[in-house]
């Protein structure tokens, strides 16, 4: 969790401290969503909590620029996206001189598996996890935010900055995708026993 620290409340300092708990206020709000969001994008929780405090300096950093922001979700989504490829793209970079600097090499990647995995011995609850990752990063996205956290297609809408309709029918799309998946999956389980 980001932890946020701010000057004591004084008089020549009213309106920086107004101004930061105003931001904090903000970020509060977000920062489940923007959790779920980048956590469909990468699967390691360090890269989560990596990325989100990344997202939250932006968050900041444009928040001392007192410029008007329309659109706080999609701003904090757009930003979140942005600072998931860069991650990425140092991840790779790392990776790449690691095995060009070592003499033996990296004879395999990293595979970090959900931390959930290990405590899961359900049989349903397996299927419904690889089903569930065969699904796009958009797919999985929206059906956590809408079945995980609450949210209303109103709200779906304005932070992903598409249409209600929109909304509506990559809903749509995205349980028919996991029920294809789940379908599949429990038919190769039962011909597998």
């Known amino acids: 969790m980001c932890s946020w620290h701010f000057l004591k409340v004084g008089s020549e300092n009213d309106f920086v401290t107004q101004a930061a708990l105003?931001?904090?206020?903000?970020?509060?709000?977000?920062?489940?969503?923007?959790?779920?969001?980048?956590?469909?994008?990468?699967?390691?929780?360090?890269a989560v909590e990596d990325v989100l405090q990344e997202v939250g300096l932006c968050w900041t950093r444009q928040s001392l620029r007192d410029e008007e922001i329309h659109s706080v979700p999609g701003w904090l989504y757009r930003v979140a996206l942005r600072q998931v490829i860069s991650y990425r793209r140092r991840a790779g970079r790392a990776r790449k001189y690691l095995a060009t600097s070592s003499e033996e090499g990296i004879t395999s990647a990293a595979v970090i598996a959900c931390p959930m995995e290990a405590m899961l011995a359900?049989?349903?609850?397996?299927?419904?996890?690889?089903?569930?990752?065969?699904?796009?990063?958009?797919?999985?996205?929206?059906?956590?935010?809408?079945?995980?956290?609450?949210?209303?297609?109103?709200?779906?809408?304005?932070?992903?900055?598409?249409?209600?309709?929109?909304?509506?029918?990559r809903l749509l799309k995205a349980r028919k995708n996991l029920r294809k998946f789940l379908t599949t999956q429990s038919g190769s389980y039962r011909d597998d026993n």
């Open 22 to 46: 105003t931001t904090q206020a903000t970020w509060t709000e977000h920062e489940n969503w923007l959790r779920t969001v980048i956590a469909c994008r990468l699967r390691s929780s360090d």
């Open 122 to 169: 359900a049989e349903q609850t397996e299927l419904f996890e690889t089903a569930f990752a065969k699904l796009t990063s958009q797919d999985r996205q929206i059906l956590l935010l809408k079945h995980q956290h609450g949210w209303s297609y109103g709200q779906l809408a304005k932070s992903l900055g598409v249409s209600v309709h929109t909304i509506e029918y």
